[in-house]
């Protein structure tokens, strides 16, 4: 779905640069956004838009400023979440650990839940072993007792 894509990288490019948006060019005056403000009017034309009716690009502008609304709640909620997430957590597994696999997911003692955040293998089996997460530059990692390697993990809950 190329333009779910390019929408997603617009939506990611407004949130994380908003300075991106100078005198607020690309919003209306009810801080809604239009999508041929949003781009030149080559990309415009690549992408197909300019075959759009005025009442289509109307519809398309109403569904870019929802999606927009929604991304932002969502990075909001995001970053809430983890400013309350300490620099460095301390806890253990609640029951087994079995290691981890692509998406394994960590319930600590607690209460926290954490899921790993890049794709390792690693099979190690211990009954609530000691766990601790730290912040690093790139993100969280965890190190669990008696295991050599660390992993990646993000907060879910």
């Known amino acids: 779905m190329p333009g779910y894509k390019l929408v997603v990288a617009l939506c990611s490019f407004l949130i994380l640069f908003p300075v ?75 029951g087994e650990f079995h290691g981890w696999d692509g998406e394994t997911v960590f319930k600590l003692a607690n209460g926290q839940i954490w899921q790993q955040a890049e794709y390792d293998y690693d099979y190690e089996y211990a009954y609530r072993p000691q766990v601790l997460i730290y912040k690093t530059a790139g993100g969280y990692k965890m190190k669990v007792e008696d295991v050599e390697d660390t992993i990646y993990v993000r907060r879910i809950k």
């Open 20 to 94: 991106a948006l100078g005198e607020d060019k690309q919003l209306t005056k009810d801080n809604s956004l239009q999508i041929e403000s949003l781009m030149t009017a080559p990309e415009f034309k690549s992408c197909g838009l300019n075959k759009l009716s005025p009442d289509e690009i109307v519809h398309l502008d109403s569904w870019l400023s929802s999606f927009f609304s929604q991304v932002t709640v969502a990075v909001g909620e995001g970053n809430a979440k983890e400013s309350k997430t300490p620099d460095v957590i301390e806890s253990e597994i609640d």
